[in-house]
């Protein structure tokens, strides 16, 4: 059994808008091991993002107990919160948010010099890019870039300070099917080559069908939680 | 790098919307400019003003017999006035003394007379730049019953140079005082009572002509340097030979004139205070901007972990590179405007239209035409306003930022 990552007991979360309270999480449990490759689905609505944000100590449960690596979440101070995300997790998002005014080596060298990477960053930067097959890229700035380089520079900056979990929130909504595939097989490969643990809300199949571990909310519950051959896809692929 | 890193992002995030960051350094280019401009020409009057105060009439400073200044009476003169001169002299500060007589008198080429003022000077010690008779001017004639006449005088009576020029008045005694002098030449000078009234004649002739011996009404000293004014007015009043004199600085002499210097500082400070408001609105207004169109980038930023510390960093860092690239461009057209005026001046009267001329005030002449002069701290203080306001217009930006949510910021 792989170590728990991240355990989430009996959480709820609740919006108020105006004088509505909305339900987002309705006593959610589940567990994120190392080295899973996940995907969190369900209807719009069924609180996705809202996990997500949660686990990614971006918001404050309601209630119940958000552990990330073995801490407690709501115990945690908003200097504490950001400096979990910026040493231990990492963030890819449905729009993909790269700085704009930084061209694609200098938004992956920013993340690594807010962790106090000395002089050395510009090289690991593009050693990451290297990796990724995004050297050729790495002159340019975003608007430069189509949606698929923009994604993946993201995941490159993601990943470069070689984070224990990567949240990925509806990665691929913006992809064509071509560059979502490849987005996926680059995040796979991060996986299995460094150990890495994703977490990818998501509507699309093709994500559910990379992923080792298929979780579905609706109305802020887990209602099942399928893990997956993780070479299905690559079996199915090869038939 | 951080410091690299932040001036990198703040600079080109100016770039993102140019129309807006030129708008905001026009507004503090302009502003400062204007400032400069303002400046260059008030320092030129202010500088050309106190040059004429501490010039030929009033000089840095004064010694009079107590009561003169106020009464002017012909018979409040001082005596042994060679001896004051000698030990007035000796201080080693002073660079210029020079002993004056003034007596109201009553001038007549013919039958007609005509109100002038007899004023009488030792043409040795007025030739310097801030005499009476200040090189270039025709004195080699004067003494033994030939005078010089103010040029406004000459003009508006027509006397020309080897005319009869009678005078009458009234001596140290009471008595009538009479005598005829031949007009060697006219001058010109930035003193108005010498130039609309004066008859200037050594201070042999004024003596012999009011019956006074070794007296004068006035002495004028000019020092080495201005700095020393106060200090030379402290040794010259112990002095014994002026020991039952007044010694003045020109400040107690013409107090309306420092006045008028306060009121140009007042001014400029005014012109600085509507820089400091043209400048706030200008980066204020940029800022405000750009923070509201880019929560959702401070929200990812934050999401990544960077804190708000290092996102108010980079705003200030912004406002602060606008401001100075702002006011660099606002100091480098003020610098061409001084390259271009400060030579051939810059004629108030001839930017309406006419000719230029000269006014007199308190005594004291002056010109349209003025040569505008700036110091380095006219053009620091535009910089040091100009980034005082970058830093305070940042503060509302900073407090938003600094209570954004990841998450809210995100889904903005």
Known sequence: MNEVLVDVRDVRKDFHV?????????????????????????????????????????????????????????TLSRRRRAHLRLTSLGFVFQAYNLVPVLTALENVEFVLELQGAGSERREAAMSVLDELSLGELSGRRPNELSGGQQQRVAVARAVAAKPRLVLADEPTANLDSENAEALLRMMRGLRDEHDMTFVFSTHDPLVMSYASRVVTLRDGRVISDEQKNSDAHEHRRAN | MAVSSTLRIAWRNLGRNRKRSLLALSAIAIGQFAFLAVAALMNGYGDDFLDSATGPLVGHIQVHAHEWRDERSIDLVMENVDAMLAEIRSDPDVAHASARIYAPVLAALTEDGFMSVVVGIDPEAEAHDSGLLPAGTPRGSLGEGSVLVGRGFARKYDIVPGMELAVVGQDVDGSIASGLFTVADSIGSSVEIVNSLGIVMTLDDARDLLAMSEDAHEIVIHVRNSDVIDDAVSRLSAAPTLAG????????????????????????????????????????????MSTFERTHEFGMLLSLGCGPGRLARMITVEAVMLGLVGVGIGSALGLVFLLATSQTGLDYAALGGGDTYEVAFKGIQMTTLVHPRLYASDVAAGVVAVFLTSLLSVIWPIVRIVRLEPMEAIRT
């Open chain 2, 245 to 288: 004199s007044e010694v003045l600085p020109w400040r107690e002499v013409v107090p309306q004139i420092v006045a008028m210097i306060g009121m140009i500082d007042a001014f400029l400070m005014i012109v600085l205070g509507v820089v400091f408001i043209a400048a706030a609105a200008g980066i204020a207004n940029t800022m405000l």
């Open chain 1, 18 to 74: 105006g004088k509505i309270t909305v339900n987002a999480l309705r006593g959610l449990d589940l567990e994120v091991r190392k080295g899973d490759f996940l995907a969190i689905v369900g209807p719009s609505g069924s609180g996705k993002t809202t996990l997500l944000n949660l686990i990614g100590a971006l918001d404050v449960a309601t209630g119940g107990v958000v552990s990330v690596f073995g801490q407690d979440l709501s």
